[in-house]
């Protein structure tokens, strides 16, 4: 079977969803209570096919993530020169820093404020608000880039499976 990487991670997701549905379903019919025995219903729980079929799902998913791990460490995304597993890593950085400058650039360049005592402090910025929302921009246009990178290759990259 051939999937692109875009579609092994549907797949796993679909995998794992379906699997959550098992145990869902499990975790209703698994016990019964009753006060009488002829108040007993049986809600048709079969352990061993329910453990079979989450065996199943576990070891395609397995099979479809080590397809996937080996694919994000070995094939590059040429516009960053990186492959996917280091463009992933990049990404999470990038995030991280849009988040701080996203707060940085909030920030009002001088304030007063009194404290609970009644001593009224200032504080100012160390640092040019315009700089940070400017470099606030460029990290979400390397994020857009780098985002797209990926879709790409992960949509054009195919996997024997």
């Known amino acids: 079977m051939k999937l692109c ?11 794992e969803e379906q699997k959550q549905r098992i145990i869902a379903e499990e975790k209703s019919i698994c016990t019964s209570k009753f006060q ?20 199943e799902i576990n070891r395609e998913v397995v099979k479809l993530k080590h ?19 280091e463009c992933i890593v990049y990404m999470a950085q990038l995030n991280l820093e849009r988040g701080i400058l996203e707060n940085m650039s909030a920030t009002r360049s001088k304030s007063r404020e009194t404290t609970y005592g009644g001593v009224v402090e200032y504080t100012i910025t160390n640092y040019s608000i315009e700089e940070c ?29």
């Open 5 to 15: 990487n875009s579609e092994i991670i549907k797949k796993v997701r679909d995998l």
């Open 36 to 55: 009488n025995k002829s108040d007993l219903i049986d809600l048709g729980y079969d352990f061993a096919a329910t453990r079979k079929a989450i065996a």
């Open 133 to 161: 929302r400017q470099k606030l921009n460029e990290t979400n246009e390397i994020i857009r880039r780098l985002q797209i990178a990926i879709d790409r290759v992960n949509l054009s990259h195919i996997v024997e499976i």
């Open 67 to 85: 397809a996937l791990n080996l694919a994000n460490s070995t094939v590059a995304v040429p516009e960053f020169d990186m492959t996917i597993g």
